[in-house]
């Protein structure tokens, strides 16, 4: 059974309803006053006392089941959020920086390739980009801030841009017109100048919703805690003080109610810890290691791209040099990417694997890019292309390719966790905002039971 | 509000569940806010623009060094080839420094992947002269601001790479003698009514290279608006994007785009003297004496004239081999 809205007894429409007469300020005043008189002249028997009492718990027992309810509600919710809206969204937009990432490598590859290899990475292009183009489109369905809608329309505008100016490359290459080089140059401009760097905000923007949501999903519920531990202290000063005045050590009713309230509590706490853990370990083991991978991932790729570049300018860009090596000293550096992953998740049984062997990859491709660079400014031009897009074993494509398979299973991994701990999260809360509320109510019915039994003996 | 309808006496048994139900209310709007409207976004055509472009840049000012005459070199005098050996780092290997981006003057030929130019053949004729052999030769691609560090750190034997000769220059290298008369000359599309630079107005944007002397010549000597990139090959995709009116460059590098694009050509009379030279190391005038021999024969066999008739005739009309000015 699934509760749609906080329960609120069924007499609340008919009593609450707008024909109720609205006096002014005064009448309230004037109505308050003799509310009070009428109130403390009856608190000085003890039926008033008893209504008073069962008044205090009918409040205490109601606001502890419905903001214990609402806030398993809220934090479904939440959850359930996390795994479509920002969810979706954090993922899109890690998709996105990922294929535009990749992209732009392939393009870059493709054209310093010839002939049919030139085809086949030249189709994980046109994957990328259509990876791309579905990441896109989800992220618009989902943005929900005028900024992220103003990235996702940037990012489509440059797009087109982006591919004309990688298609003009190809053809002009074909041509045998070396302005092609000129022309993909240009385009992994305005990818690395504008388009990654939108997609980048976007996933951090994207994230940071992820991150408050989580926040929100694993906060414990004090408010509805609180009134349940008064609810239930009142519940038994209540029966103390009846037992001194009646003589009668058990009231079944508040018995009933304090059963069904510490019922109640301690379903809430588990709940509670239950679901906040599950949430816990979707950040830790899900969503951590996917950003951090991704990162790894994107810069694995960016490096790539400014290899190429670099032997499509003939090595006469020094700049794409820079980036290869900045890019590259991110990834395997001293406390580079690979080495923050290993660190956290080295000891991982499923992890350390694809991770242990992406660390491998990225060295053999890191000192092969050195020999390409020897080659290429001996003059050995053709060699440099071969040794760095080639299809031998020592090619630095083999390498790569490699690191981005390495790279590619450890995030599989990561994902499936994440989607595992969200599950359990969300499982662990169903049901409890109904029995929680079915729990609140039984307290504050036996309550009134028990109450009015008593008040009852006194107007026999 | 609630509570203070309830003017009419009731027991506290119904007054209850209005108290829950304003409870729940609140708590029900607290938790959920309604959609949120966004505002469409505005976004401007996107221009892709090469990256360290500058559209205003600072135009250096100052006179030209014209402290030495930046033709003469070394007259031949009786340099042997194997005198001219002795001075390479390697006897067997005559490392040369070359551009693999210049099209027309040192490229890869995407096809092929094999160097070739006007620069590249005249640099090959010097091997075959100076080794006996065209194989024995070692190319470097560097970029034009690495190449007085090249040939003096001995990298490079020597440079062919769309060099020219100034005063500021030989102070730091030995130059051959002029291999090549370049000037500066404006490339636009066909029919764009620019001829020369007399038809430049100032709302005519020229693309030219950053750090070469062209920037200043533009500025000095028309009314148009230099525009500089890194590197003056991206000025022919923005005068292809129309980014820009014209490119104005060396006139061999201007045919260079020109051939690759049928829509453009090179116009009016060149507007500076660009005296190509071969660079050596500083003080290695045997080296510069005997290549200066070898443009002497390759002068006087044709083999010049071969090579220019095979890249730049085409785009620049005939021209015959500059005449050597030598200092001694």
Redesign the interface.
């Known amino acids: 059974m699934t509760v749609q809205s906080p329960p609120a007894p069924p007499q609340a429409q008919v009593q609450g309803g707008p024909a109720a007469p609205v006096p002014g300020p005064a009448g309230a005043a004037e109505s308050g006053r003799q509310r009070f008189s009428r109130l403390s002249s009856s608190l000085r028997h003890t039926p008033g006392q008893l209504r008073g009492i069962l008044a205090v718990l009918v409040v205490l027992t109601l606001g502890a089941g419905v903001t214990a309810a609402t806030s398993i509600l809220g934090k479904s919710a939440v959850i359930e959020d996390t795994t479509s809206q920002s969810g979706r969204l954090s993922v899109a937009a890690l998709e996105l920086y990922q294929a535009l990432s990749q992209a732009d490598a392939s393009a870059a590859s493709s054209y310093l390739t010839a002939g049919a290899a030139s085809e086949e990475v030249h189709d994980s292009y046109r994957e990328a980009l259509r990876d791309a183009t579905v990441a896109l489109t989800t992220a618009a369905r989902e943005v929900e801030t005028h900024a992220d809608a103003q990235l996702v329309a940037e990012l489509n505008a440059h797009l087109p841009v982006y591919t004309g100016l990688v298609e003009s490359a190809r053809t002009f290459n074909r041509l045998g017109e070396p302005v092609g080089a000129t022309y993909q140059r240009q385009a992994s401009t305005l990818m690395r100048s504008e388009m990654l760097p939108d997609a980048n905000t976007l996933q951090h923007n994207a994230i940071d919703q992820l991150n408050e949501a989580r926040d929100e999903a694993s906060a414990f519920p004090w408010v509805a805690t609180a009134l349940a531990a008064a609810a239930l202290g009142v519940l038994v000063w209540a029966q103390l003080w009846l037992t001194r005045r009646t003589n009668r050590v058990f009231n079944l009713g508040l018995v009933g109610a304090t059963v069904a309230m510490i019922g109640m509590t301690g379903w809430l706490v588990l709940v509670a810890l239950a679901s906040a853990s599950h949430t816990e370990r979707s950040h830790e083991e899900g969503s951590d290691p996917l950003e951090l991978l991704a990162e790894a991932h994107i810069t694995a790729q960016q490096a790539r791209a400014e290899e190429s570049l670099l032997l499509i300018a003939r090595g006469e860009d020094e700049k794409a040099d820079e980036r290869y090596t900045d890019q590259m000293a991110l990834l395997v550096g001293e406390g580079g990417l690979l080495a923050q992953l290993s660190e956290a998740y080295g000891d991982d049984p499923d992890l350390s694997g694809p991770l242990a062997a992406a660390e491998e990859s990225a060295g053999a491709w890191s000192a092969g890019h050195d020999e390409v660079i020897k080659l290429a400014k001996a003059g050995s031009y053709a060699e440099a292309v071969e040794l760095a897009v080639g299809d031998s074993d020592e090619s630095l494509a083999t390498s790569f390719d490699a690191l981005d398979e390495q790279l590619t299973e450890a995030t599989a991994i990561s994902a499936e966790r994440f989607v595992d701990a969200t599950g359990d999260a969300e499982r662990s809360l169903s049901g409890a905002a109904a029995g929680l509320a079915a729990l609140s109510l039984l307290a504050l019915v036996s309550a009134a039971i028990g109450i009015q039994m008593r008040v009852a003996e006194y107007h026999a | 509000?609630?509570l203070?309808?309830?003017?009419v006496?009731q027991s506290?048994?119904?007054r209850?569940?209005?108290?829950?139900?304003?409870?729940?209310a609140c708590?029900?709007a607290a938790?959920c806010s309604g959609p949120?409207s966004?505002?469409?976004?505005?976004?401007d055509?996107?221009t892709?623009?090469?990256?360290g472009i500058d559209f205003d840049p600072e135009i250096e000012t100052g006179t030209a060094d014209d402290s030495c005459e930046p033709v003469a070199s070394y007259s031949p005098g009786s340099v042997t080839a194997e005198q001219a050996r002795a001075t390479l780092g390697d006897q067997d290997l005559v490392v040369i420094g070359i551009?693999?981006?210049t099209?027309l003057m040192g490229?890869?030929?995407?096809?092929t992947?094999d160097?070739a130019g006007f620069d590249i053949d005249i640099a090959k004729a010097i091997v075959s002269h100076l080794m006996g052999d065209e194989t024995k030769v070692?190319?470097?691609?560097?970029?034009s601001g690495d190449r007085e560090e090249a040939v003096n750190s001995g990298t490079v034997d020597m440079v062919v790479r769309t060099m020219t000769m100034t005063c500021k220059r030989w102070n730091s290298v030995e130059f051959s003698s002029e291999y090549y008369h370049g000037g500066q000359r404006l490339l636009v599309p066909t029919g764009s009514g620019i001829g020369g630079l007399g038809d430049l107005t100032a709302d005519h944007q020229v693309c030219t290279g950053k750090g070469s002397t062209s920037p200043r010549n533009i500025a000095e000597q028309s009314e148009a608006q230099p525009v500089t990139v890194?590197?003056f090959?991206?000025c022919?995709?923005l005068l292809?994007q129309g980014t820009v009116d014209a490119i104005t460059t060396d006139d061999c590098i201007l045919a260079g785009?020109a051939i690759?694009?049928p829509t453009l050509e090179v116009v009016g009379e060149a507007f500076s003297q660009e005296p190509y030279g071969i660079a050596f190391a500083k003080g290695n005038t045997d080296l510069a004496r005997y290549v200066n021999g070898v443009l002497e024969t390759m002068r006087e066999d044709g083999t010049w004239q071969d090579i220019y008739d095979k890249w730049l005739a085409e785009h620049l009309g005939a021209a015959t081999a500059p005449d050597p000015v030598y200092q001694d």
């Open positions: 509000m609630i203070h309808r309830s003017t006496p506290s048994a119904k209850r569940p209005r108290w829950a139900a304003a409870l729940g708590l029900v938790a949120v966004i505002e469409p976004p505005e976004v055509v996107p892709p623009l090469p990256e551009s693999q981006s099209n490229y890869r030929d995407p096809v992947g160097l070692k190319w470097v691609p560097m970029t890194p590197d090959n991206d022919l995709v292809q785009m690759q694009d």
